[in-house]
């Protein structure tokens, strides 16, 4: 199988849509060339509360392994443990132009609508290559929304390769099918988000049972049930992603809301509830998670430095004598 690289920032609560778009996918392809990585240097790029940040880091870790994600299968890791991600993005912000970083869509998106925009903001897609060509990586499993960042990082690659030599493995994006974009239950034209964990329309992954089911059911869809109708293809979505079924011969077995939604419900409850009794047993012994935690920085480490001894050597870097 090809080697993989995917990380997830520690910021917001999961959500269902994280779930389905990529944690369960990362769970079934996994292989002992997957890297996984909860990516909280990229949690810096916004003001941030430091203790929410190392609670949000580790909580996103043990969810990682209650969705079944094996460490003594693939490699599990905090992004910050292993040094050799911020050395060589400052090769890759080098390497990188300023107007490719600057036209990210993204950066445009955010430093719209944030009083304060940091340099960090706009050379994260560089920091984000460093994370992807360290590991040697063949494959991106992404949300349609990070295409572009994946697209930058085959052409720092390559671009790197030119003028240095053969140092990257130029990646390439997997973007997922069913369940790839889980939309709002209020908004579908909106993807759910981890930063509307407030809105109704937002099924938190750890939420509660009951919460999750009224939500369900408040979905927003026409009175008279259409398939095409943006709620509804949202709902056979979230349907098709929970059970395997093809959502267009799901559409064809209702007539109604009612016994969608009722359905739609049973789905999630069935895909969520062993989760956050994983969660659950997990959390309570954070210890095992943080040795975890550390073996997998080791096992990343030993690729990771050797990728950046590559790089750095080709760049003209002097080597250090450590004689």
């Not at 905090?78 to 400052?90: I, M």
């Not at 430093?111 to 460093?130: I, Q």
């Amino acid at each position: 199988m090809a080697r993989v690289f995917s990380g997830m920032q520690p910021t917001g609560d999961a959500t269902l849509g994280n779930l389905l778009g990529a944690l369960r996918p990362w769970v079934d392809t996994q292989n002992a060339d997957a890297y996984y990585c909860v990516v909280d240097l990229h949690a810096l790029t916004v003001p941030h509360d430091p203790a929410g940040l190392r609670r949000q880091t580790l909580e996103l870790a043990t969810l990682f392994l209650s969705v079944g994600l094996d460490p003594d299968i693939g490699t599990l890791f905090v992004q910050s443990h292993v040094h050799e991600h911020t050395e060589l993005a400052w090769l890759m912000e080098c390497t990188a132009a300023f107007g490719e970083l600057r036209r990210m869509t993204q950066f445009k998106d955010k430093s719209e609508r944030s009083d304060f925009v940091s340099a960090g903001l706009l050379t994260y897609p560089a920091l984000m290559a460093a994370d992807i060509l360290l590991y040697d990586t063949e494959e991106v499993p992404v949300g349609d929304d990070q295409r572009q960042h994946v697209e930058l990082t085959r052409d720092v690659a390559e671009r790197f390769n030119s003028r240095y030599g053969q140092t990257f493995t130029v990646p390439k994006a997997v973007i997922g099918r069913v369940g790839a974009r889980v939309m709002d239950l209020q908004d579908p034209s909106r993807k759910m988000s981890k930063s509307d964990d407030t809105s109704a329309g937002t099924l938190l992954l750890l939420e509660d049972l009951g919460s999750i089911a009224k939500k369900i059911k408040r979905a927003v869809t026409d009175t008279n049930y259409d398939p095409k109708q943006p709620g509804a293809a949202n709902l056979l979505s979230i349907l098709s992603a929970c059970t395997g079924d093809d959502p267009d011969t799901l559409a064809a077995n209702y007539t109604q809301y009612g016994p969608l939604k009722a359905d739609v419900t049973e789905a999630v409850t069935a895909v969520v509830e062993p989760v956050q009794r994983r969660y659950a047993e997990l959390s309570a012994d954070p210890a095992t998670v943080a040795k975890i935690l550390e073996r997998g920085a080791e096992k990343a480490q030993t690729v990771a430095a050797a990728t950046l001894d590559r790089a750095r050597r080709n760049v003209g870097l002097l080597v250090r004598d450590e004689g």
